[in-house]
């Protein structure tokens, strides 16, 4: 009997995997129903997050996305959308079928999309989902930055070049600690894996591009995260 997925769970089961394949993790649920997992991929950022299914009890799958940056799927305008894909996209059918252990994707491999497993039968870890899981993300990892043109559309997108540079200045105000004097969203404790001097840099680099009542926790946190994953990235 399968067990019901959650994201302690699915951790657990990636995670030496996702390790042993160069990423470094970093907790940040924001972006995705799991911590999300970061390579340098040149002088590009491959953020790989995952999502669980709200439909299937113990199905996940992940999403790779591109960028100068790691905000998680910033899309719109003059963003290439295929730097926010899954794994199945980046496979051909041949690959999908000799990879996938999901019933459905074996006997549609192009029209269903590629989810893996937790559990076996019998509750315990899917060691062949697994198997499978790390096998799709090996292959398809390199394929992003691969994508015919896919990085010069990167650097010529404006909405990402101003992404790059807003979480710059973040990094910078982080670093100086040239915050500014009224500070309200900030978290109650200081957190081990998000120190709160970015949350601080965050904030005061938003109140100066943004009116105070388009501010909010969730954004504060968003950006404190994508600066700290830039900037410890960088200094790996």
């Keep these: 009997m ?3 997925l959650n994201k302690s769970k699915l951790l657990k089961f990636v995670r030496k995997s996702m390790i042993e394949l160069g990423y470094v993790e970093f907790e940040h649920p924001e972006v995705s129903d799991a911590n999300v997992f970061v390579k340098k991929e040149g002088e590009l950022f491959l953020t790989l997050g995952f999502t669980i299914s709200r439909f299937y009890d113990d199905a996940f799958t992940a999403n790779f996305y591109l960028a ?21 996209k980046l496979m051909s059918e041949k690959e999908r079928l000799e ?16 989810w ?9 870890y899917d060691m062949a989902s697994l198997a499978s899981f790390t096998k799709a993300i090996r292959l398809t990892e390199g394929r992003m930055a691969r994508q015919p043109g ?6 010529a997108s404006t909405r ?10 973040v990094i910078d105000v982080a670093l100086t600690e040239n915050f500014c004097k009224y500070q309200e969203f900030l978290p109650k404790a200081d957190k081990k894996t998000l120190p ?19 501010i909010n926790n969730h954004s504060v946190k968003a950006v404190a995260g994508d600066a700290f994953r830039v900037y410890t990235m960088r200094n790996l």
């Design 2 to 4: 399968n067990m019901k």
């Design 68 to 88: 100068r940056t790691t905000t998680w799927a910033l899309g719109g305008l003059d963003v290439p959308s295929n730097n926010y894909l899954r794994p199945g």
């Design 99 to 114: 990879i996938t252990v999901d019933p459905n994707c074996k006997k549609n491999p192009l029209d269903t999309d590629m």
């Design 116 to 124: 893996w497993n937790a559990f076996d039968a019998e509750g315990n």
């Design 150 to 155: 896919i990085i010069e559309k990167i650097y």
């Design 160 to 169: 990402l070049e101003e992404c790059y540079d807003f979480i710059n200045r």
């Design 196 to 214: 709160l001097k970015w949350f601080k840099a965050a904030e005061t680099v938003i109140r100066s591009e943004y009116p105070i009542k388009s």
